[in-house]
Nanobody
C-alpha cells in the first residue's frame, strides 16, 4: 500500500516555473515506478511523465518533453516534477500515481488504469 500527497501547485504566469512534489508513505515506494498525470476541466486525465523504481529511466508525453523533468529521492520517499516554460495549456490538476508492481518497467505505462495508487491532486494554473 502506498499513500501519496502532492504539493507545490499554484498560480503562475506563462514562462514561469513550478516544482511539484509528491510525498509517499508505505514500504513499497522504493520498488514502485511512479508517474504524473494531469486533468484539465472537461478533459480526460492524461499522462505527463513517469520514472522507474530506480530513477534510472524516465518517460514524457510529447507535449511536455524538454520542459518538464521528473525525478525521485528515495531518502525522502518523494517524487518531483520540475515544470519550466509553463504555458496556459498546462493548466490542470496534477496527480501523482504509483504502480504497485515491484521493479516493473515503466516504458509505455501511460494509461490511468495502469497505476494503482493516486494522490488527491494539486492545482496548477498558468495565466497568459
Amino acid at each position: 500500500q502506498v499513500q501519496l500527497v502532492e504539493s507545490g501547485g499554484g498560480l503562475v504566469q506563462a514562462g514561469d516555473s513550478l516544482r511539484l512534489s509528491c510525498a509517499a508513505s508505505g514500504r513499497t515506494f522504493s520498488s514502485s515506478g511512479m508517474g504524473w498525470f494531469r486533468q484539465a476541466p472537461g478533459k480526460e486525465r492524461e499522462f505527463v511523465a513517469a520514472i522507474s523504481w530506480s530513477g534510472g529511466s524516465t518517460y514524457y508525453a510529447d507535449s511536455v518533453k524538454g520542459r518538464f523533468t521528473i525525478s525521485r529521492d528515495h531518502t525522502k520517499n518523494s517524487v518531483y516534477l520540475q515544470m519550466n516554460s509553463l504555458q496556459p495549456e498546462d493548466t490542470a490538476v496534477y496527480y501523482c500515481a504509483a504502480d504497485r508492481r515491484p521493479f516493473g518497467s515503466m516504458a509505455g505505462r501511460v494509461r490511468v488504469f495502469e497505476y494503482d495508487y493516486w494522490g488527491q491532486g494539486t492545482q496548477v494554473t498558468v495565466s497568459s
